[in-house]
Structure formats: structure tokens, C-alpha cells
């Protein structure tokens, strides 16, 4: 009888219990939710988390708030866009066109264009978000590359950011090619030259691709369900696995006191960094609408409805895709005819390039890891300088981008600049191959000096600009030490020592067999960390030796 009681009291709430009853409905509904989920738990464990401050760090964050930019106003513009070519004839408030047969893609956008309250805004927003996208990319990658930052563990981050990239742009240009205008339309046949010169199954992907001869009826409805469900959906999963990522990873920073690979210096998530975030997105956000309510972006009603016989006079690429257009545009019209076939080189050739420029970029990580045999985890940054040939092929890559983006737009700069349109084809194809090796070795050559300015600050101090005369008549400079915080800024970086081959024979006076890869290996890391890619930092008995007076001012 004790026993059963004893359970029956043991089941009922203690009096004493000392766990708060929620103050309001809210606060119940997030005990019920949490009870469920766990949401508290994994929050306390996350909130918190700590990120570095520094402004570089933003470029990511203004991808991520223009790609929501873009998604908010893409959807909108689905709910009056129609993503088809049957034909209709225009009679809406754009009187020059009013009467003209055109595409229900196009008549569509001018309704979105000039009769949907707030839709050309909203066009030109996400126009110009998608540009915003693209670049801050651009730059958010040149940022990662040129610091390091894709360093193991982040390899495959890299590769997360490099197809966002890709996706983007192929997005962006699937994007513009909707509303069927003369200039989109001249891009789509642009595009289809392009695949017509891939051998033997060039005509089939064209077919495949648009249903038919082109222009056929049936590639802006596919257009469109690329654009705004497949590459979206992907770009959306690739995104959600970067930001994993970044949060498991932990978040790189800059070198200083008290900072080191297993620890990070910053401010917490919440409440901090999420507030600056926040208004961060509403910063980017506010540009871009200013940006899109002041400078007009792709106006269709300009280029008027395409027709497969005209041609847009100042037809260009956004210029994002300049590197294309360029490769193409100065390839010589070279053709190869063989058993009643004709091979284009004039344009497959570059269509070869393209991809090949991009994959090297993706797997750079892993051909540095592969150089400098580091398996290493890094969390601390290379300031560029440290780093010169990784620099110096950054800046190569950058150079030549600009050159292949003159020649994507050889006309318009021969009309802008009253220059001939030969000679800008020529200089494009001289430049093409000697402007990125002079930005090379220009850049390997600068990022040396500032390392030897560097060392030279660390051993001698600063200037002050205070002249001292000694008492045999010599007139010096007085310089002064380095704060600690500077020092260590300049001396905190590695300095990987080139690989040496084995020995020609062992100990035995049997020779050794080196492989290809291996001796390519070793003239890599000697090109990177030999004796002219980098400067010695200095040393601790070097800078006790200068400041302890023995030819120090």
C-alpha cells in the first residue's frame, strides 16, 4: 500500500519546483517549440559564435544580400512575365511600337515595362542586382584568393564559390535573354554560332537546345525554366552549403597579437553581428534601388521585338561575359575543310579556352597544396605581398580579363575613341599574350620590394624626419622602433622553403628514378619560394643586433 502511494506522489508535480511558468503566450510558445525541436540548445551553442571585423569580409555578404535581392524580384516579375513566343501585335501606351508584331515574351515585359505599377523599377533592380551579384563575386574571390584564404580547410569552399560564380553568370545570361528583344535575341544567335562550331555534335545540342531551327519557338520557355527554377535551385543548395561551411570552419582572419590558428578575435553572432548585418542588407539594398531608380539598364523598348534578319548595332554581352565575346571577336576566321566537313577554329577555339581558364581557376587550391606539400589547416591570412607569385598570377589573370574585355567591345571603342577597329583587334591579340607576363613579373617585382620596405622597417624602425649630426660632421635620420603590434604584423607570415630533388644516386651509388611530376614539382617551388620568390624576413638576432646600437640611429 506505502509502495503504491509512494509511486502515486512521486508522479504528481512537485510544489517546490523551482522552473519558471512562462511570462507570456510568446514565451510558451517558444518552451512548446523548443521542447520539440531543441531550437535553444543549438542556439545558445551558435548565437554566440565569434566573427572577425574587417571590411574585406563584407564583399561576401553583399553576394549573399544582392542573390536575395534578386530572388525577392525575380519572383515578382514571374507573376506578370509570359514566357512564350506566340506572336501578337502590340497595342499598349509605347506608341512608337504600337501596331508591330512581336512575342507574348516581349509585349509581356513592356506591359512589366511601362503599365504594372512599380515593374520597371523592380526590372531594373533586378537587373542590376544581378550585376551587383556578379561582381562582388568577382571580387570576394580575388579577396580569397590573394589572401589565402582557400587554403586547406577550404578547398571545397572554393569550389562552392567558383560554380556560384559560374551559375551566376550563365544565369545572367539566360536572365537577359528573355524578354526577346533585338539585343537579347542577337546574344541567343551569338550563342548558338558558338555551339554550331562544336564538332560532330554541334548541331545536335543546337537542336536539342532550341527545338528546332533557330530561332524556333520554344527557347524562351526553356530559357526560362533554367532561369528561374533549375540554376536558381542549384545556386540556392550550393549557397546553404557555403554558409555551412564558413560557420564550421570557422571564419579566417587577419594576423595580430593575440590572434592564432585556433582561435578567432572578433564579435559574437548575435547580438552584434547580426544588427550590422541587418543594416548592411538594407545599405546594399537602398544603393542598388538608387542605382536602378537614376541609370536606366537594358530599356527593350529601345531595341524594339527580335527579328532573325536584323542585327542590334551596339550588340554587346553584359560584361561579365566580355571574356567570351573577346576570345572570339580577335580569333583570326581560321577554317579547317576535311572530307566535306568545316571545323570553324575561329570560334571553337576560343570555345576550348574558355572553360579551360575556368577550371584552372577551380582547382588552384589544390595545384598550391600539391606545390608547397602543406596539409596544414589555416585560419590566418597572407597579406598579398607575402605571397608574390600567387599575387602576381592574380593580377596576370586580372590583366588579361581587361585586355579580352577590350576586344569584346573592339567597336565600341573604336567609335568612343575615334580609333581604328583593326588596330584595337590587333593590339588585343599582341596583348592577349605579353600584357598578362609583364603584369607578372611587374607584380611578382613590386610585392618584393614591399617585403624588403617591410624588412627594412622592422630592422631600422620608421622615419620621424628628425635629422641628428654626428660628431664626425655625418647627418642621419633618426628612426624609431616598431610598436609590438606592428612587428609582429610584419613577421607573423611563413615562408615555405622550395623542395629539393634526391640525390642522382643513393647512398649505395644506385641512381635514383625521378619521375616527370616530381621534377615539376621542384621547379614549381622553386619558381614560388626560391631565391627570387621571396625576401628572408628578418630575424630575431638580426633585429637585436641593429637595435642594440651597432650601426643603428
Known sequence: MSSASSVSTDAKPSSGSTRAKPANKWEAAADWTDGRLGIYSLAKANLRKIFPDHWSFMLGEICLYSFVIIILTGVYLTLFFKPSMAEV??????????G???SEAYASTMNISFEVRGGLLIRQIHHWAALVFVAAMIVHMLRVFFTGAFRKPREINWVFGFLLLILGMFDGFFGYSLPDDLLSGTGIRFM?????AVPLVGTYIQMFLFGGEFPGTDIVPRFFTIHVLLIPGIMLGLLVAHLILVFYHKHTQWAGPGKTEKNVVGMPLMPVYMAKAGGFFFLVFGIIAAISAIATINPIWAYGPYRPDQVSTDAQPDW???????LIRVMPGWEVRAWGHTLNLGVFIPLMIFPLVLVSIAVYPFIESWITGDK????????PRNAPVRTAL????IAEYLVLLIGGGNDLFATHFHLSLNSITYFVRVGFFVVPVLVFFITKRWCLGLQRRDKEKVLHGRETGVIKRLPHGEFVEVHAQLPQDKLYKYVAHEQHEPLELPAQVDENGVKRKVGRMEKTRAKLSQGYFGE???IPKPTAEEHREITSGHGHH
Open 320 to 326: 561579365y561575359m566580355g571574356f567570351s565575346e573577346g
Open 376 to 383: 596544414r589547416e589555416h585560419h590566418i591570412l597572407d597579406r
Open 394 to 397: 592574380g593580377a596576370a589573370w
Open 100 to 102: 508591330i508584331k512581336m
Open 192 to 196: 548558338e554560332g558558338a555551339i554550331l
Open 89 to 98: 501585335v502590340y497595342h499598349g501606351p509605347y506608341a512608337p511600337l504600337d
Open 532 to 534: 627570387g620568390g621571396q
